[in-house]
């Protein structure tokens, strides 16, 4: 249901942006199996939202959002490649070239890698993709100038865990690690200029590169550290890493606080959460998980959706 919300707001944003336009040419690139050539069940759910998304918009009596441009009208188009970097550069090539005989505006893909492929083409023809990737590489506007997304992206947590830590618990002092890498590097930034804004202290900052086998060097570095309160910005394995390690070290003990990113919250990473090292790990780590707030008016559109 959620993945169908999603896809509303996807497209109410593309035709906003088209708003003078009477007729938008959209195309899309879903996926319809995994790389291996196996179903993929989310992959049709994705294509079956878009799709019952196009008809509401399409359709100005339904009273669904029929205040979106009234005299606008979407055609559609959608490549369902295999969920690869080739596949998707050849799909967005045939949307900008060939199908409908050029698209005026593109949603999706689904993945990272096939919407940093694909964006390439759409740059090169002005062609406006939207999407929901977080990953931080697409705050770079220089390296992807027509690809917006409907979410936050990831290095947004990092404003987001200041606030948590100031406004919430109201710790004013911390000590910051984070990965060498996209995530880290804009999560820091995020949460160094919000950390500036609302009088928390950063007391010590500590860079690793991403999947790096051993956190001695820098956890060595951070045993002098005068913090009870940690910021981890980094990846599933490596939030869940360098706590273990940190623990091993000393870094962590009874009353200190860890706080994460999401990632550093994934069950599958943790795996059994009552073995001895993660119950330990676990006793003074908080996060944020996202999650998506529903209004009336979605709670009214999921009815409508129910009975469809």
């Known amino acids: 249901m959620s993945m169908f919300l999603l896809f509303r707001f996807v497209l109410a944003y593309v035709s906003t942006t088209k708003i003078t336009s009477v007729h938008v040419k959209l195309g899309s690139i879903l996926r319809h199996f995994t790389a291996s050539g196996t179903f993929d069940v989310t992959g049709v759910e994705y294509i079956t939202s ?3 998304a196009i008809n509401h918009l399409n359709n100005k009596s339904d009273g669904i ?3 979106i441009s009234k005299n ?3 055609t559609y188009v959608v490549e369902i490649p295999l969920p690869l970097y080739v596949e998707a550069i050849n799909s967005a090539e045939e949307l900008v070239m060939n199908r409908l005989g050029g698209v005026d505006s593109v949603i999706g893909p689904t993945f990272t890698g096939t919407t940093q492929a694909s964006s390439q083409i759409f740059a090169q ?8 990737s977080s990953d931080s590489t697409f705050s770079f506007k220089a390296n992807y100038p027509y690809y917006a997304s409907v979410t936050p992206s990831d290095g947004y947590q990092g404003y987001m865990l200041a ?3 100031k406004n919430v618990f109201g710790w004013t002092k911390v000590s910051l ?7 880290g590097n804009s999560g820091s930034l995020e949460f160094s200029n919000r950390a500036l804004e609302i009088g928390i202290r950063i007391l010590s900052t500590y860079a690793f590169i991403k999947g790096q086998l051993s956190f001695e060097s820098v956890l060595l570095e951070a045993q002098s550290s005068l913090a009870t309160v940690y910021i ?3 990846d599933s394995t490596d939030t869940r890493n360098l706590i273990l390690a940190g ?19 994934v069950d599958s990473i943790w795996g059994d959460l009552r073995s001895a090292p993660n119950v330990r790990a676990m006793r003074g780590v908080i996060g944020l998980v996202p999650t998506v707030n529903l209004s009336a008016h979605h709670a009214a559109y999921i009815s409508a959706l129910t009975a469809d």
């Open 65 to 67: 959002y029929d205040n």
């Open 125 to 132: 023809y002005a062609i406006s993709q939207v999407g929901w």
């Open 72 to 74: 606008l009208t979407l």
């Open 247 to 265: 623990y091993d070290y000393g870094v962590f003990r009874e009353g200190t606080q860890i706080v994460v990113s999401s990632y550093g919250l």
């Open 163 to 165: 606030s948590l830590c």
């Open 177 to 183: 690690f984070a990965s060498d890498d996209f995530f």
């Open 232 to 234: 981890i910005i980094a």
């Open 50 to 52: 878009f799709l019952m």
